[in-house]
């Protein structure tokens, strides 16, 4: 079986490693030891953004660990202020400088802000559309959207996002806008993927780990790798980063991928804010 990280094909013609490091609520002391300390157990893909303030601090971690830009693939996403068409394109040219590149693999709308900026997510990702013309973004993609929102930028835009990168675990299936993702094109991202360990001690949870000889993280984690999903779990613990990794050499069968989606709680399994509602701005 193979051990190491699969790639994910998207629909630009470019790949994302299924498996890398999250690096929400990472402070910025922290992050560049985190980010080194996956990449050296064998991350090759990180996720952060505007809003983590740590943009700067995945740069230095991924240098300290001696690779080269290239071989790692780094995602960040647009900030809830910069929504306007110009402070997107001075947003987007401070990632690339934070990060010190002249090119980011994925770049997302963090959240759709459906009750901001007059609704109006399509002019949003219409500069989106530049960033991967120019060059400067691989792929594009957006986060946190809903089926109404993928349904409107298929509508009046040119480009299906890449990717939709949403809450998910199993606690919060999410499979409407998952099959959504499916019959379109657009990958699913899980975020939260342990439901920021929420699920772990699921009695249904501990049973399968016990069955299958792992721990709880890993089972969940293997469960969003067999359904299809790209997920970057977050830890500052050395020995949970590598765990985290270690999900590849073992695989769940049916009855136990049914019985963690069975853990599904709808609406109420939701751990951070909802998609339609959620209109902060950082102050
Ligand atoms: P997560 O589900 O990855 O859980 C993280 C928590 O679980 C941490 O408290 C950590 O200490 C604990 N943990 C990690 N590995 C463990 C292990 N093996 N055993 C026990 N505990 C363990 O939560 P998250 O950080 O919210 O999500 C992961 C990533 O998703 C983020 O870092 C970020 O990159 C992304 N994200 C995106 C959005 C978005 O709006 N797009 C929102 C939240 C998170």
């Given at each position: 079986m193979a051990t190491t990280?699969?790639?994910?094909?998207?629909?630009?013609?470019?790949?994302?490693?299924?498996?890398?490091?999250?690096?929400?609520?990472?402070?910025?002391?922290?992050?560049?030891?985190?980010?080194?300390?996956?990449?050296?157990?064998?991350?090759?893909?990180?996720?952060?953004?505007?809003?983590?303030?740590?943009?700067?601090?995945?740069?230095?971690?991924?240098?300290?660990?001696?690779?080269?830009?290239?071989?790692?693939?780094?995602?960040?996403?647009?900030?809830?202020?910069?929504?306007?068409?110009?402070?997107?394109?001075?947003?987007?040219?401070?990632?690339?400088?934070?990060?010190?590149?002249?090119?980011?693999?994925?770049?997302?709308?963090?959240?759709?802000?459906?009750?901001?900026?007059?609704?109006?997510?399509?002019?949003?990702?219409?500069?989106?559309?530049?960033?991967?013309?120019?060059?400067?973004?691989?792929?594009?993609?957006?986060?946190?959207?809903?089926?109404?929102?993928?349904?409107?930028?298929?509508?009046?835009?040119?480009?299906?996002?890449?990717?939709?990168?949403?809450?998910?675990?199993?606690y919060f299936v999410n499979?409407?806008?998952?099959?959504?993702?499916?019959?379109?094109?657009?990958?699913?991202?899980?975020w939260s993927p342990i439901?920021?360990?929420?699920?772990?001690?699921?009695?249904?949870?501990?049973?399968?780990?016990?069955?299958?000889?792992?721990?709880?993280?890993?089972?969940?984690?293997?469960?969003?790798?067999?359904?299809?999903?790209?997920?970057?779990?977050?830890?500052?613990?050395?020995?949970?980063?590598?765990?985290?990794?270690?999900?590849?050499?073992?695989?769940?069968?049916?009855?136990?991928?049914?019985?963690?989606?069975?853990?599904?709680?709808?609406?109420?399994?939701?751990?951070?804010?909802?998609?339609?509602?959620?209109?902060?701005?950082?102050?």
């Open positions: 990280i699969p790639d994910i094909a998207l629909n630009d013609g470019n790949t994302i490693p299924q498996l890398g490091f999250g690096v929400y609520q990472i402070s910025p002391a922290d992050t560049a030891d985190s980010v080194r300390t996956a990449l050296d157990v064998g991350y090759r893909h990180i996720d952060t953004a505007e809003m983590y303030g740590n943009e700067a601090e995945v740069g230095h971690g991924v240098r300290a660990a001696g690779l080269a830009r290239e071989d790692v693939y780094i995602t960040s996403k647009l900030n809830n202020g910069a929504h306007r068409p110009e402070d997107a394109r001075a947003a987007f040219q401070a990632t690339l400088d934070a990060l010190r590149g002249d090119y980011i693999d994925l770049f997302l709308i963090h959240w759709p802000l459906p009750t901001r900026y007059d609704g109006d997510f399509v002019a949003t990702w219409k500069v989106l559309e530049e960033f991967q013309q120019d060059g400067r973004a691989r792929s594009i993609g957006v986060s946190n959207f809903q089926v109404p929102h993928l349904d409107r930028l298929a509508a009046e835009a040119e480009v299906v996002p890449a990717v939709n990168q949403i809450e998910a675990h199993p499979d409407e806008v998952r099959e959504y993702g499916v019959k379109h094109g657009i990958v699913t991202q899980a439901a920021q360990g929420a699920v772990l001690g699921d009695p249904t949870v501990a049973d399968l780990a016990d069955q299958v000889a792992r721990t709880p993280a890993q089972v969940v984690l293997r469960w969003h790798v067999q359904r299809g999903d790209v997920i970057f779990p977050k830890s500052t613990t050395p020995k949970r980063i590598e765990e985290n990794l270690r999900i590849f050499d073992f695989e769940l069968d049916d009855a136990a991928m049914e019985r963690l989606t069975q853990l599904d709680r709808g609406e109420s399994g939701r751990q951070g804010p909802h998609p339609d509602s959620f209109d902060y701005l950082p102050g």
